[in-house]
């Protein structure tokens, strides 16, 4: 089975910062990589696909990159709505493991 | 609007059984794979299965060990969890999703429920 490993697992970031979260795969996932954000109480929000494809309605300050087995979420310019968990998951095969995930709080 | 809306939570003891369900609305549901995914307390995202489409297909977590079943019912727009021998770590809120592209299960999951907290305790 394919193994995803996020990193950091925490990070503390002030508004207007750049942010970068890591993800690696086990194995070489095709860029089947979706990156999600999880607010407290609420259900996650598909940010992007494909490892570089946003989602409609997903603000362009959202960005990724990768490809193989490492990959990337960038947040060019972080905003207050911004501050929370944020997975990633591979879809290359079954079964389809989300990575630990990466709180991102404010400084 | 596309929604997802799930039932069937609740406390049980260690041991019993329970089905969650998932009403699907706003979407052609017939075309596109869906998905369960859980959350213990405190804890991150857990894949737990996939099915396909046309429910032809279905893939799990290695860490069920089959005690789970994921079913659908395209006339009712319905998808199901059948979940067995249940222990104290299956306690989670459990969401449904939806893949994002049709005729498929592997481009992530854009569209959520608003999860099931089930608790297995005696």
């Known amino acids: 089975d394919i193994q995803m490993t996020q990193s950091p697992s925490s990070l503390s970031a002030s508004v207007g910062d750049r942010v970068t979260i890591t993800c690696r795969a086990s194995?070489?996932?095709?860029?089947?990589l979706n990156w999600y954000q999880q607010k407290p109480g609420k259900a996650p929000n598909l940010l992007l696909n494909?490892?570089?494809s946003l989602q409609s309605g997903v603000p362009s300050r959202f960005s990724g990159g990768g490809s193989e087995t490492d990959y990337t979420l960038t947040i060019s310019s972080l905003q207050p709505e911004d501050f929370a968990t944020y997975y990633c998951?591979?879809?290359?095969?079954?079964?389809?493991?989300f990575g630990q995930g990466t709180k991102v709080e404010l400084k | 609007q596309v929604q997802l809306v799930e039932s069937g939570g609740g406390v049980v003891q260690p041991g019993r059984s329970l089905r969650l369900s998932c009403a699907a609305s706003?979407?052609?549901?017939?075309?596109?794979?869906m998905h369960w995914v859980r959350q213990a307390p405190g804890k991150g995202l857990e894949w737990l299965a996939v099915?396909?489409?046309?429910?032809?297909?279905?893939f799990y977590a290695d860490s069920l060990k089959g005690r789970f079943t994921i079913s659908r019912d395209n006339s009712k727009d319905m998808v199901y969890l059948q979940m067995n021998s249940l222990r104290g770590e299956d306690t989670a809120v459990y969401y449904c999703?939806?893949?994002?592209?049709?005729?498929?299960?592997?481009?992530?999951?854009?569209?959520w429920g608003q999860g099931t907290t089930v608790t297995v305790s005696s």
């Open positions: 194995q070489s996932i095709g860029s089947y």
């Open positions: 706003g979407f052609t549901f017939s075309t596109y794979g």
């Open positions: 099915i396909s489409d046309d429910g032809s297909n279905e």
């Open positions: 998951q591979q879809s290359y095969t079954t079964p389809m493991p």
């Open positions: 494909l490892a570089s």
């Open positions: 999703a939806k893949d994002s592209s049709v005729y498929s299960q592997q481009y992530g999951m854009d569209v």
